[in-house]
């Protein structure tokens, strides 16, 4: 299943028991997958699959923002519409357009590109969380005259951004935006961050020592597979397309198997134009490709404590960062926050929603001992994070007092470019002060994958969930199992134990306690 077939709404009887009362919403956080795309790169074109398809008609009414006339700083800036056609190699190294399979000119996609179907599954998921958090649930208000209260976030690739505005779009159409005093709605702030600083995704590109334990589980992974029965059922299936100076199917073969999969799923979410041979379709292949990958990509996350410090922890510890500093609930001091307007205090964040992909969903997931599949993440997959009070807990205070908000653990409290933050939200909880901890108390987290509750093994004990429900897992338990995987300095130990083994002792790290 490579593209989403999301479940229908919640009936009234499931909607009370995964939201009872006694509990209240207070903070929901999601990290959803971009929607379909093109392949990353160009295969299986002796197979009759064209290398450019006509799926993104986005291409022809592109907007770039150019200062005024004669380059003024002091005039306004205009807006250029123009239209995008790709570029290629001829047969010899000529220039030449780019053309679909019918020799298209327009709608053509960049390699791994959203397309029109990712554009219409990530604005429907859009429209379904519209309908949970604000027509039924009733936590999120119709009509917004600012985005103050939404923490919107992206990855710096085009596809997860373009994702999490079309989601964006849905949740608050046009219809459902007021204008301020000066006669307009603002504009939505969106964080990115440079690709050095990336925690959005596991970012092995900027992580040497992440880059090697992926290396070393991958390794293990093909000495596992490349010569089992499985293997050979994918070689009967695929091998008559690989390349001759790789011709048989391997985990690490060129392609490799995580690429004839990537391969396979863009072409299974799209039209009769851009399919490969029946065979590429098989349901068995399929299961087998999938079962492989994950083990490739995730065990990782399910094996070592630092693959997860590394690949996932930062993301996760800055989730659980702003949990705690909502619960604190002071007001924002530092000079980053994002809106501060004239004598008013910050407005409360009770929703974020974070423009990732397939490997953050799974890792994040993997990592919290929750990831019990074989199947990859579809497209247009997400995890909701959700935090809740007991109705009989004091509302957190919303005053400006030394401790740090929940804008607070996303930017510190320094005001240089380089940093500096003391991040009390990110301390460990065994460094926190009795009365900290105690603040915790009455607080839930509750993770749903794709619309389903997940259960978190260290969740299970007793007196760390809800009485009745696992999947309620204590805010205080949540955050010692992600404390456990948390970076300090992420960069520093990405430089770290390059001379160390890469897998702990087998059965000694396990993820979700």
Request: aromatic fraction near 10%.
């Amino acid at each position: 299943m490579s593209s989403l077939i999301p479940r229908g709404p919640y009936t009234d009887d499931e909607l009370r028991k995964l939201y009872p009362e006694g509990l209240e919403l207070q903070l929901v956080q999601i990290l959803m997958r971009h929607g379909e795309r093109t392949p990353v790169s160009a295969r299986f074109q002796n197979a009759g699959l064209h290398p450019f398809w006509p799926y993104c008609a986005s291409v022809r009414q592109i907007k770039s923002t150019i200062l005024g006339h004669n380059g003024d700083r002091n005039l306004p800036f205009n807006t250029l519409e123009w239209k995008r056609h790709l570029e290629t190699f001829g047969d010899n190294d000529e220039p030449i357009s780019a053309t679909g399979p019918k020799g298209e000119l327009d709608d053509i996609c960049d390699m791994g590109a959203l397309t029109d179907i990712g554009r219409k599954s990530t604005s429907e998921l859009g429209m379904r969380l519209r309908q949970l958090y604000v027509d039924r649930l009733k936590f999120l208000p119709a009509t917004i005259n600012s985005t103050d209260f939404m923490y919107l976030r992206s990855t710096p690739v085009p596809r997860a951004l373009e994702s999490m505005q079309q989601a964006f779009m849905s949740l608050y159409p046009h219809s459902a935006r007021e204008p301020d005093e000066k006669g307009r709605f603002p504009v939505p702030t969106i964080l990115t961050r440079a690709p050095a600083d990336e925690t959005l995704y596991p970012n092995d590109g900027n992580c040497r020592r992440f880059s090697a334990l992926s290396r070393a589980f991958a390794q293990r992974t093909a000495d596992r597979w490349n010569t089992t029965e499985q293997m050979e059922y994918l070689n009967k299936l695929y091998s008559k397309w690989m390349p001759p100076n790789y011709p048989r199917v391997a985990v690490d073969s060129r392609p490799r198997l995580s690429g004839i999969m990537d391969t396979i799923n863009a072409t299974a979410a799209h039209g009769s134009a851009t399919k490969l041979p029946k065979e590429f379709y098989d349901e068995k292949g399929k299961e087998i490709i999938e079962k492989i990958g994950v083990e490739e990509w995730f065990s990782g996350y399910k094996e070592s404590r630092e693959y997860r410090t590394l690949g996932i922890g930062g993301l996760l510890g800055d989730i659980v960062g702003r949990m705690v500093g909502t619960v604190e609930g002071a007001a924002e001091e530092s000079a980053y926050e994002l809106v501060r307007k004239a004598g008013q205090g910050h407005p409360k964040i009770k929703f974020g929603l974070s423009g990732c992909h397939d490997t953050t969903l799974a890792g994040a997931l993997a990592s919290l001992g929750a990831y019990d599949t074989d199947a990859w993440p579809p497209f247009t997959s997400h995890i909701a994070f959700e935090m809740f009070r007991k109705a009989d807990v004091p509302p957190p205070p919303n005053t400006n007092s030394g401790k740090k908000s929940w804008w607070g653990t996303i930017f510190g409290s320094s005001v240089s470019g380089n940093g500096g933050s003391n991040g009390s939200s990110r301390r460990p909880i065994t460094a926190m002060s009795p009365a900290e901890r105690k603040d915790l108390e009455g607080y839930y987290v509750r993770v749903r994958y794709n619309d389903e509750p997940v259960t978190i093994p260290g969740c299970k004990k007793p007196g760390n969930h809800l009485e009745g429900d696992e999947t309620f897992c204590t805010l205080t338990a949540f955050k010692e199992i992600v404390d456990k995987f948390t970076p300090h300095n992420w960069k520093q130990q990405c430089r770290e134990n390059m001379d160390k083994p890469a897998f702990p002792p087998e059965g000694s790290e396990p993820a979700g306690y």
